[in-house]
């Protein structure tokens, strides 16, 4: 089975932008949703933002103006830009591509293919 992998992480300053890729490795059938997580020392793995369908974007509040969603989900391939980081956006950073209904983007349950994550430092 097919899995996803992420590049584009790295240490910057506050204010700085990063943007993340997603791509897959092996093959993976078409997805409806490509979505990205982060997961920071001794806290659960949150939801950043998701595409659904190709169209309709969902961000976490946190992130909302600030981190812009992209994605194909018949190649699962997707990218976050991200603008202004804050040192609260320190994290690992992972891409996951699946089929969720539409009130349950945000539910990491429901993905089905998810990368190895990336590190984001983001230095104040």
């Known amino acids: 089975q097919g899995q996803l992998q992420e590049s584009g992480g790295g240490l910057v300053q506050a204010g700085d932008s990063l943007r993340l890729s997603c791509a897959p490795i092996g093959t993976t059938e078409s997805t409806n949703t490509m979505a990205w997580f982060r997961q920071a020392p001794g806290k659960e793995r949150e939801f950043v933002a998701a595409i659904w369908r190709a169209g309709r974007t969902f961000y976490a509040d946190s992130v909302k103006g600030r981190f812009f969603v992209s994605g194909d989900n018949v190649k699962n391939t997707g990218s976050l830009q991200m603008d202004v980081l804050e040192p609260e956006d320190t994290a690992v950073y992972y891409c996951?591509?699946?089929?969720?209904?539409?009130?349950?983007?945000?539910?990491?349950?429901?993905?089905?293919?998810w990368g190895q994550g990336t590190q984001v430092t983001v230095s104040s």
């Open positions: 996951a591509a699946g089929r969720p209904i539409l009130s349950a983007v945000r539910n990491p349950n429901v993905y089905i293919y």
